[in-house]
């Protein structure tokens, strides 16, 4: 999967055509073999874009920033980096008409090792679904799998369950580095960070640390496409996949094999209902 | 009415924990506004008695519970939390309960798998006809929790000795 060559001659040809201002794409970090974003608004720069499998992060990210905000951008996005932008779309924060897509029928991306990751193994919708031309041969949908870590997890007990999460939160630095890094987090004041409760969440506890991440998981459920950028910016390596797979698997058995972002105009799982919605739990 | 406590108590998550002899437990009831809020005070006209460890807050329809409200209460101070609203079908806002309904799922499925008993977080349907079923759900969330014991939830750090 390298199509370094045909994403330059696209950026170079949108800046000589004058259809953008902006180009999101990737480059090398110049230490070694790694890629990181970049945003390109000198039509010179066109030759340092690549993109080949190392290209992990999620681009539809950089759309919030300021730099990309009410100017014509062109982007790059895999399969689930365009379910992101098609929920941004639908909820109103970037104008598809100032955006010039390129989409990728994605074939999953590699970890530092060479392997692949975890969320491309079980990859449901890997080409694009939001695009203006799309690189690569369409592949169509696969089978939804339920996450191996949320398998395993399920069959421990409540005790050995409630310390391995006490873990997670305890290890937690409050840095908020995942909230950042989440293309779907764009509220400018988040709830998480409220005044009224400093003593308890402002500071790097692991109380706090299991207020933000429940709360943030649940904010994101049902919209998460699962690009794990959130992952890729938490500089503890916290496994906060879990949370968001532990929800999606409820809502993909439950709610008519709600899939967030795949389809345009669809909010989100809870902002829709269905009369045969299980509620055996209520009393 | 007051739900006893029998000594040593410990948390069923964690185990090393034990609840000190005078550990009464808290639980924190969210109702709406058109049927449960006006059921419990059927239950209190009609001289129903109920534990008194549960905290009322009234919100105007059950949609409003967002799943922060519940995560914020086992938190701070909440040993269990109980959620009620409408019937299915009954809503004040037409489809209101039918939202809330996903979302009291996921939010169940999420802390039973972060480590939390289900009995923790409750749910139930409560009209404001329903004054005996009010005073019977509180009843058994009090005593579920007491078998559960106290949440312990980090406390800890926040609340020191």
Redesign the interface.
Known sequence: MDYSKQIQDIAAKLFTDGKIDVFVGYRMNGFDDNQVPAVITDPKEVSTLVFTEKSVFNLSNYLKADHTRNKRVGLVVKGCDSRSLNLLLTESQVKRDKLYIIGIACEGVVDDKGQKVQNCMECIIPDAVVYDEILGTPKGKKDYIVNADIKALAEKGLVERREYFEEIFENCIRCNACRNSCPLCYCTKCCIDQETATIYNGSNTSSSAFHALMTWSLHLAGRCVDCRNCEKACPSHLPLHLLHKQNEKVIFGNFQNHLAGVEEGDRGAFYKYSLKDPDDFIM | MEAEVKDKIVS????ELVAPPDWKPVIMGILCNWCSYAGSDLTGTSRMQYPPNIRIIRVPCSSRVD??FI??AL??TADGVLISGCH?GDCHYI?GN??A??????????LK?????EHRV????VSAAEGAKFAQ?VK?VTEDVVKLGPLH???K??FSK
């Open positions: 069923i998550e964690k185990p799943p922060w995560i914020k938190q701070t299915p489809s039918y939202y309904r996903r979302r009291f799922l996921v939010t169940k499925e999420l798998m972060v480590g939390f008993h409750q749910y139930s349907w759900v058994k939830l980090y406390k750090e926040n």
